[in-house]
């Protein structure tokens, strides 16, 4: 659970974006944008795991 709070503590208003340009989509174009949801939280939980250890510190990009 620390990933995902490392994720939403660094990239909040990222997220918040994103929600808010899908829910745009999904009330003004089309409701079938509606599928852009899972992608995101696929896209949420891969980022988690990958750019952030357990503890919610993001982890050192490249190696030595």
Request: aromatic content about 18%.
């Amino acid at each position: 659970m620390g990933r995902f709070k490392g994720l939403l503590r660094d990239t909040w208003w990222l997220w918040l974006l994103f929600a808010l340009i899908c829910g745009g989509m999904i009330y003004f174009i089309t409701p079938v944008c509606a599928v852009l949801i899972p992608i995101l939280i696929f896209t949420f939980v891969y980022f988690g795991m990958i750019r952030y250890d357990e503890h919610g510190n993001a982890r050192e990009i490249g190696g030595p």
